[in-house]
């Protein structure tokens, strides 16, 4: 008999600015790859039930004021603290669909204009985390989101700084990135998403190794 090590699952990130789709698009997609037998899960950061998680929701609800650099860190140490079980599952087979991850973190950060905190050093803290398969940035402009019923009343949910995330995502793009146009119908988003989950569920299958940030 042959023996067969178990297949790892892929990392599937999801990334947009606010009131692109993405909760009920990452939502959608774990409830088809599961109709299919599909051991996967929805993980979301940031993570606001851990300690560091909880810090970070009290800055976002404004109960709190933090420095910019000091809160990006705390941000990427969210991710940090998830990295062994991350790995962890996807060793195990485990697909992992995933709200928002370091390209949000560096895209939010920068967005602010704060000087000395430009895009480079930003991303220098999520460096050596695992990476995505795939990247699916759910496209939708700033003015076409505020129509969705508004934005809520979190820190950065106002038109300006999501106009400045928009931009700061398009300098992120990388071999994992796939836009996809959030203004169509859920039902077309939802197509798209799958075909892109399907090739990067292939791609671990034909032995793809888990890829590091930001190489
Ligand atoms: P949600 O609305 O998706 O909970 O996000 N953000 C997120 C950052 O500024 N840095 C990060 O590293 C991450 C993951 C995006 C809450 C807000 O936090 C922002 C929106």
Known sequence: ST??????GAFILFEGGDRCGKTTQSESLVKHLHSKGVDAELW?????????????????????????AAVH????????????????ALSAGRTLVVDRYAYSGAAFTAAKGVPGLDLAWCKAPDSNLPAPDATIFLSITPEAAAKRGGYGSERYEKEE???????????????TWHSVDASMSVEAVEAEVRRIADAALRSCEDGRPVQYLWL
Not at 3 to 8: C, F, N, V
Not at 161 to 175: P, S
């Open 161 to 175: 700084m999501q106009k400045g995330v928009a931009r700061k995502f398009e300098q992120l793009k990388d071999a």
């Open 73 to 88: 860190l705390l941000f990427s140490a969210n991710r940090w603290e998830k990295r062994d079980a991350m790995l962890a």
């Open 3 to 8: 023996s067969t090590k178990p297949l790892r």
């Open 44 to 68: 979301k950061f940031p993570d606001r039930q851990t300690a560091i998680g909880q810090m970070i929701n009290a800055y976002l609800q404004g109960k709190t004021e933090t420095d910019d």
